[in-house]
């Protein structure tokens, strides 16, 4: 069974098992008509019947001063025989023993009758209403009963059968072929039915389902161009309580997501690849300026006065400080980016911290003749941090905000709490960060903007990395130059 389920679709099994929904619900309907027409048969003839016991007992005297009345009760069994055969009368005694019958031999299953349901019928009647049956050990029937007097004592009862056993034999016959034709009509019209209505109640209630399935195969066989066309379909009303509507939704907000990550996964690896080929040639650059004073002091050594030695000297130099600035930053940019480097925290002073990073920046800031401003509020806490992570993303900041403000400038650090927060802006009074850079800023640089590889780029990715790892981020703020701001959770 599992086997064969497992080889249908969902469509053949709905099909099924409304199919033996059908059946059993006429199957159903067929028991429940057959009940109560039985019950409302058998009620309608005892009603009707309810007298007959009485009727019986004043048209025959059963009784006489020795008991019964033989003749009389032969006279009334062969009457109704003639008459009735339906009916099955018994002569009971006060106890309910049947003392008189006109059953065939052997017939009599049980010689005593309950006196219970008899005392009901006489004093509170409800139909249908049953009683032993005689010719049946656990049976019951409608019946119709009188009590027998004789100068004015109760004697026995007339216990009369109404639907005895020829009527049963009979009706079980004809029930059969009426029940084999309705039957046979009930599964007919559930087959029309189920034909009729596969056709309407499928095509709407599985049409959802259908388009589903056609979404997930375009998802299944359609590469990006199927995501990209599933996610622009138009979602069903968020406030349908339809499981398929939701399950819709669902698959397409799926390739909605899948199809931002593809092309976020593809703007990375454009941005690798391009990022890859701006390091090359900004290595390259020095790399050749370097190799260039150095082949000149080879070839023109002898003809190159102290003076020009150490000028090209010197310039060599500082090409080959700048590849290996430039090389440093990429190795610190990867073991942040993959994860290599995890902060070690421990609390400290910031203000202290912000003051000694101060110190280091003080030469160079009086060599191009700059103010360093630092404005701190009191009362401060500590904070949680990496102390060499912190102390780099501060140098990295003012060293970068000194490079790019004119002399006679100011850059300027203020700490302040807000909202259970250590705040930190640096700020200057530089040109400002260009328009063009302001979306890209804290990016790898691309094709479009590779001048920041020498002009802060790669140190504004490494402070954006290390403040990542504190759970903290910077961001650009508005202003005449150029500003970043930060936090820490005290």
Same mark, same amino acid.
């Given at each position: 069974m599992s086997f064969l389920t497992r080889r249908m679709t969902l469509i053949g099994r709905l099909t099924c098992v409304f199919t033996l929904l059908l059946v059993l619900f006429a199957a159903g309907l067929l028991g429940l008509q057959r009940y109560s027409n039985e019950r409302y048969t058998r009620a309608m003839v005892q009603e009707l019947s309810a007298g007959l016991a009485a009727h019986i007992a004043d048209s025959y005297p059963l009784l006489s001063s020795q008991g019964l009345n033989q003749n009389s009760v032969r006279s009334?069994?062969?009457?109704?025989?003639?008459?009735?055969?339906?009916?099955?009368?018994?002569?009971?005694?006060?106890?309910?023993?049947?003392?008189?019958?006109?059953?065939?031999?052997?017939?009599?299953?049980?010689?005593?009758?309950? @006196?219970?349901?008899?005392?009901?019928?006489?004093?509170?009647?409800?139909?249908?209403?049953?009683?032993?049956?005689?010719?049946?050990?656990?049976?019951?029937?409608?019946?119709?009963?009188?009590?027998?007097?004789?100068?004015?004592?109760?004697?026995?009862?007339?216990?009369?059968?109404?639907?005895?056993?020829?009527?049963?034999?009979?009706r079980s016959g004809a029930e059969q072929g009426s029940l084999l034709t309705l039957a046979s009509g009930a599964t007919l019209l559930a087959v029309v039915l189920l034909g009729a209505l596969a056709v309407l109640a499928f095509s709407w209630v599985t049409r959802p389902l259908r388009r589903l399935s056609a979404r997930v195969r375009t998802l299944e066989n359609g590469g990006l161009a199927g995501m990209q066309s599933v996610a622009a379909q138009r979602p069903p009303d968020a406030g349908s309580a339809d499981?398929?509507?939701?399950?819709?939704?669902?698959? @397409?907000?799926?390739?909605?997501?899948?199809?931002?990550?593809?092309?976020?996964?593809?703007?990375?690896?454009q941005q690798r690849r391009e990022f890859i080929a701006n390091v090359s040639h900004d290595l390259r650059t020095p790399l050749t300026a370097l190799h260039g004073y150095l082949e000149t002091l080879l070839v023109m050594s002898g003809s190159l006065s102290e003076r020009e030695k150490r000028h090209y000297l010197e310039t060599a130099l500082a090409q080959s400080r700048k590849v290996g600035?430039?090389?440093?930053?990429?190795?610190?940019?990867?073991?942040?980016?993959?994860?290599?480097?995890?902060?070690?925290?421990?609390?400290?002073?910031?203000?202290?911290?912000?003051?000694?990073?101060?110190?280091?920046?003080?030469?160079?800031?009086?060599?191009?003749?700059?103010?360093?401003?630092?404005d701190i509020a009191p009362d401060l806490p500590m904070i949680e941090a990496d102390l060499g992570m912190i102390e780099r993303v501060l140098t990295n900041l003012i060293d970068n905000a000194l490079r790019h403000t004119p002399e006679q400038g100011a850059v300027s650090v203020r700490l302040w709490q807000d909202a259970g927060r250590v705040m930190v802006r640096v700020s200057d009074t530089g040109p400002g960060v260009p328009e063009a850079l302001k979306a890209t800023l804290f990016l790898r640089p691309s094709l479009l903007n590779h001048q920041r590889l020498t002009s802060?780029?790669?140190?504004?990715? @490494?402070?954006?990395?290390?403040?990542?790892?504190?759970?903290?981020? @910077?961001?650009?703020?508005?202003?005449?130059?150029?500003?970043?701001?930060?936090?820490?959770?005290v």
């Open positions: 009334l069994f062969d009457h109704l025989m003639a008459v009735n055969p339906s009916v099955e009368v018994y002569l009971l005694d006060k106890t309910g023993r049947i003392i008189g019958d006109a059953a065939p031999q052997g017939r009599i299953q049980r010689r005593q009758v309950d @006196i219970e349901p008899i005392t009901e019928f006489l004093t509170r009647p409800h139909y249908p209403l049953y009683g032993d049956d005689p010719r049946s050990p656990g049976g019951h029937k409608v019946f119709s009963v009188a009590p027998l007097r004789y100068q004015g004592q109760l004697q026995g009862y007339l216990y009369v059968i109404l639907l005895g056993e020829d009527y049963a034999r009979l499981e398929i509507q939701q399950l819709q939704r669902g698959v @397409i907000a799926m390739a909605e997501q899948i199809a931002a990550q593809w092309e976020s996964l593809a703007r990375q690896e600035g430039l090389a440093q930053s990429l190795f610190e940019l990867a073991r942040l980016e993959y994860g290599v480097v995890k902060p070690l925290k421990e609390r400290f002073s910031l203000p202290e911290l912000v003051q000694d990073v101060f110190q280091k920046m003080e030469l160079m800031a009086r060599a191009r003749e700059q103010q360093l401003v630092l802060g780029g790669l140190g504004l990715m @490494i402070v954006r990395q290390m403040l990542q790892l504190h759970d903290s981020d @910077i961001r650009l703020r508005e202003g005449p130059g150029a500003s970043f701001e930060f936090g820490f959770q």
